[in-house]
């Protein structure tokens, strides 16, 4: 989702980008619930790889999963949530719902305590996944129950 805009002259020219015509996403915030964390590889190995996201069903008030998010994090931020996240080490997981097997493998579950912050392009709502993510960072102004799973009644959503 997201606007393309181009200049009123220009030409369209199929299969080829021009500077003349930007896309510009549909960015969202969406504040989420720290249910576990990946380790990292490659050149995050020994570091925080992602973060596995939950918020609350508005239904059940449930905590299921969301998603994750890897991306966003300077090295001071990934050693900063792993100071966070180590003491909250639980042996299962806190979610509801079925963590996908390719995200849940390898997971340090925590007690799903810490609220924080994304940007996300799309909120699919058949799978109930946020698409496209990026850390904005911790939000010690809410709590767990505070956050909801995205209202798709209203479009994309944005919590």
């Known amino acids: 989702m ?3 805009v181009k200049a009123r002259t220009s030409k369209y020219r199929p299969g080829r ?3 003349e015509w930007l896309k510009h996403p549909l960015i969202q915030t969406q504040e989420v619930v720290i249910g576990g ?4 590889q ?4 020994g570091l925080l ?3 596995l996201l939950g ?5 059940t008030g449930d905590l299921v999963y969301i ?5 966003g994090f300077n090295h001071q931020a990934l050693l900063d949530a792993q100071a966070k996240l180590d003491p909250l080490a639980r042996s299962t ?3 509801a719902n079925e963590v996908p097997r390719d995200r849940a493998r390898g997971a340090h579950w925590v007690e799903p305590v810490l609220v924080g912050e994304v940007v996300y392009r799309q909120f699919t709502p058949r799978e109930h996944r946020l698409r496209h993510t990026a850390w904005r960072g911790w939000r010690p102004d809410k709590t767990p129950p505070e956050v909801l799973v995205p209202d798709t009644s209203r479009g994309a959503g944005d919590g």
């Not at 964390?37 to 990292?40: F, Q, T, V």
């Open 49 to 51: 790889g992602g973060m």
């Open 93 to 95: 997981s806190p979610f």
């Open 67 to 71: 998603g994750d998010v890897g991306t």
């Open 17 to 19: 980008r021009s500077p």
């Open 55 to 59: 918020a609350h069903d508005r239904d």
């Open 42 to 45: 490659g050149g995050r190995e």
């Open 2 to 4: 997201g606007l393309v």
């Open 37 to 40: 964390w990946r380790a990292g």
